[in-house]
């Protein structure tokens, strides 16, 4: 049984009074550039998508390990990161969830720049700023999860 918004809204719209367009956040003009035959903007989607599921999955499963069957918070510091990080398998671990979710977010942010960055000079610095982040954090913990050395002193 519909309810009373549901029949007002199905009420409000028809082929005499069609919904509004909602328009675009930048509109095509004479200076946009044409698209390309590139399927790029496909796979950042697919990827955002997987992603995510794998995002997911490294992250609530750190959150059991390191929250739940490990003691809590009270038990991580430097010797337990010591010894989490001397197995490869820990290293991939946490190296994948680094990746996916830099990445994750640096996609996410590329595309709120393409949406809403009207000018192109200012979508090309934004970008340009935001890939330059990226790739700094990413080799930045690539190197940190590698090279740790829990000896230094």
Do not use: C
Request: avoid cysteine; charge should be positive.
């Amino acid at each position: 049984m519909a309810t009373e918004i549901e029949t007002a809204a199905a009420e409000a719209y028809g082929p005499d009074n069609p919904a509004p367009v909602i328009e675009p956040p930048r509109a095509r003009t004479t200076k946009t550039p044409r698209a390309t035959r590139g399927n790029f903007e496909l796979y950042g989607w697919l990827f955002m998508r997987l992603s995510g599921v794998v995002l997911v999955v490294l992250v609530l499963g750190h959150l059991l390990i390191q929250l739940v069957l490990d003691g809590g918070v009270s038990k991580i510091g430097f010797a337990f990161v010591a010894g989490r990080w001397a197995s490869p398998f820990w290293q991939l671990w946490d190296l994948a969830m680094l990746w996916l979710a830099v990445l994750h977010g640096a996609n996410g942010l590329r595309t709120v720049i393409n949406d809403y960055a009207e000018r192109n000079a200012t979508r090309l610095w934004l970008k340009v700023l935001l890939y330059t982040a990226t790739a700094f954090t990413v080799i930045l913990g690539t190197l940190v999860i590698f090279t740790f050395d829990p000896n230094i002193r």
